[in-house]
Each structure stands twice: as structure tokens, then as C-alpha cells.
């Protein structure tokens, strides 16, 4: 089965799941942002994305439409061979990750990772 695992130097952890939300806050806006990435034979391919606001980098996409406080949008893109997350001391939260409701830090995948670690959301399997 085609999943996603999460990477970090040799490390690879398998998430057991072909689709996956990420929930982090801007590092200046200090806002909501949420995305929901599948692993596709060609890639990861972001199919949702959600904003509490917008600014710095943060626009929603043209389809946007405001829900229960988000912004929310199908984005266009073609899919992308891996997604570095750069976890950072300056959000005041790390990076979630969602798996069928359940989110969790990314720290707690690799709890012996220094706090400004990249992991990276990559397809594996299939």
C-alpha cells in the first residue's frame, strides 16, 4: 500500500495512512494553518488547505470559502516529491499531525530531535 512516512535523517517512520493533515501556526501571523496532503504514485498532493486569516504569505486560494472561522480551498498543484517541516521555537507550538481524527506532534515521532529539526512528510510503500 502507497502511505506516508515521516523522515528524519535515516529515520523513517511509516504513518500507516495514505492521507494525513498538518496543523501548524504561522510564525508571524500566529494564526491557524491546517492542510490535508495523500500520497499519490506521482507524490504528495495537497487536496485541502485551511487559514484562520491571511497576511504574510498566508492568502487564501481564489475558491475560498469561509468556514467555521477558516478560510478553506481546494488547492491546484501538482504533486511534489517530499514536504520539508521545519519545526521552529518562534510558533510556540510544533507541528500536528492528523491521522483519522488523532493528531499528534511531530516531536513525538522523534523525541531525541533538536527542536529546530526538519522532518520531512514524504510517500512510502506501494
Known amino acids: 500500500m502507497?502511505?506516508?512516512?515521516?523522515?528524519?535523517?535515516?529515520?523513517?517512520?511509516a504513518l500507516n495512512?495514505?492521507?494525513a493533515e498538518l496543523h501548524w501556526t504561522h510564525?508571524?501571523?500566529?494564526?491557524?494553518?491546517?492542510?490535508?496532503?495523500?500520497?499519490?504514485?506521482?507524490?504528495l498532493l495537497l487536496t485541502r488547505a485551511a487559514v484562520q486569516g491571511s497576511g504574510a504569505g498566508m492568502e487564501p486560494g481564489e475558491d475560498a470559502v469561509l468556514k467555521d472561522?477558516?478560510?478553506?480551498?481546494?488547492?491546484?498543484r501538482a504533486p511534489i516529491a517530499e514536504l520539508p517541516l521545519t519545526r521552529s521555537d518562534y510558533t510556540g507550538a510544533d507541528w500536528s499531525?492528523?491521522?483519522?481524527?488523532?493528531?499528534?506532534p511531530l516531536g513525538r515521532f522523534f523525541p531525541d530531535a533538536p527542536s529546530d529539526a526538519t522532518?520531512?512528510?514524504?510517500?512510502?510503500?506501494?
Open 97 to 104: 499531525i492528523c491521522v483519522g481524527g488523532a493528531c499528534q
Open 27 to 43: 510564525s508571524v501571523q500566529k494564526t491557524a494553518w491546517h492542510e490535508i496532503w495523500r500520497a499519490t504514485p506521482d507524490g
Open 2 to 13: 502507497l502511505g506516508l512516512c515521516l523522515a528524519l535523517g535515516g529515520a523513517l517512520v
Open 17 to 19: 495512512t495514505s492521507q
Open 119 to 126: 522532518i520531512t512528510l514524504k510517500t512510502c510503500g506501494g
Open 69 to 76: 472561522g477558516f478560510w478553506v480551498w481546494s488547492p491546484k
